[in-house]
């Protein structure tokens, strides 16, 4: 009995600590999906190494490939990898049930903000710091992905095309683009041997049924909370590239189409988003909670949770059917040898959201400045990524 024991501890700790991992991820990720990405790089590669930097390429790719939010995908892929279905779950919970529950909380909270002015201001060092964390995770994942001058161009590839046109569509086709041209320049016989890949098909079915029983529901019954609910799941399953891709879909439906909030009611909430930690999809229960007021408290609170379980759900669902799938496809030589092109394209991407993110922050001394201090830090290892986070966020309020 004490062997037995002793045998499920290191499974119990392991969980744990790699569920406290999520949550150092969870508290330290902003930014967006790019940014995140720094973070997972940090933490679960360099740091813990649950995997390598080529793993987490691998998951990023496919991640981009599918709807949904991108680095929540990730991450909960990364959970499936280090312990399975269940432990996906709890990974998705630690990651962005702390998010979801303050922007619930802030959908009250509107009018107590308004009337106190407090200014955004003391946040304008988070973008530069962002800048910091892609900078770091395109350094480690390039010197993986580029091995030869085909690897070079197509990172190239990836980072124009995706600086130029910023349209949701154009990040999965410039992955399959890079996979193809891979495939292309092989010089490799027999790509395409046979493997048995049993896809778990529940899941799939799962995802047809929430979306096709949300649009009759929603036609049939003439209820807030059950529209919205069919609003974020449609929002979850047609949005690539993550919540800064989601967000104008839902400006242009809650705001212009519905008028559940005003512009400057959405956009608070936005600003707040992305003053705080985790996904930017957790803007669902804000937006949500606001298209839900009217009636009582309960009413209200039922509607961020209907927006935050409908926008990630769908991405969920297809994580659980994609990534065994995934991981059965990557032993055919050809989705090997393709995803050398794809992962040199994701390596472009990663790199030119840096620029992308820079400019947005804005090309002035003091963002550059921090910039830099957050590359060097990260890059020397002594200090967390939270208190970086944090140490931003103080100088934010004192410079």
Known sequence: M??????????????????KDVLVCSLGAYGGPEAHYGV???????????L?????????????????????????????????PLLAFLTMLVWALPVLTVMTLLSFLYQFFD???ISYAGLRYIGPMAVGFIIVAAFHIGRKVITDKITVLLLLLGGITTYFIREPWIFPMVLIVGGVVSIIT???????NRVKLNPPWPYLIAFGLFTVGGIVLALLWDNRIAHLFESFYRYGYLVFGGG???????????VEVN?????????????????????????????????????????????????????????????????????????????????????????????????????????VIDNIIVTVLTVG????????????????????FVV
């Open 2 to 19: 004490k062997r037995e024991e002793n045998l499920e501890n290191p499974n119990k700790v392991r969980w744990k600590t790699f569920l």
């Open 40 to 50: 997972f790089t940090d933490q679960m590669v360099i740091k813990k190494d649950y």
């Open 52 to 84: 390598n930097e080529e793993d987490l390429v691998e998951l990023i790719a496919l991640c981009s490939i599918l709807p949904g939010p991108t680095s929540t995908q990730t991450i909960v892929a990364i959970g499936y990898k280090t312990g399975g």
């Open 115 to 117: 009337d106190m002015n």
């Open 186 to 192: 092989s010089k490799e016989k027999n790509l395409w």
């Open 244 to 254: 800064q891709v989601v967000v104008p879909v839902m400006h242009s439906e809650l």
């Open 259 to 363: 008028r559940f909030m005003t512009n400057q009611e959405f956009l608070t909430g936005y600003g707040l988003v992305q003053g705080l930690p985790g996904p930017m999809f957790s803007f669902s229960a804000y937006a949500g909670g606001m298209a839900a007021r009217g009636g009582t408290p309960l009413t209200q609170v039922l509607g961020a949770i209907a927006g935050g379980i409908g926008i990630f759900l769908p991405g969920l669902l297809l994580i659980y059917f994609i990534y065994p799938i995934w991981e059965n496809l990557k032993k055919i030589k050809g989705i090997k040898v393709s995803l050398k092109g794809i992962n040199a394209v994701a390596g472009g991407l990663i790199t030119v959201a840096a620029v992308i993110v820079m400019q947005k922050s804005g090309f």
């Open 377 to 396: 830090l990260l890059l020397t290892k002594k200090i967390p990524a939270p208190l970086i986070v944090l140490i931003v966020l103080i100088a934010g």
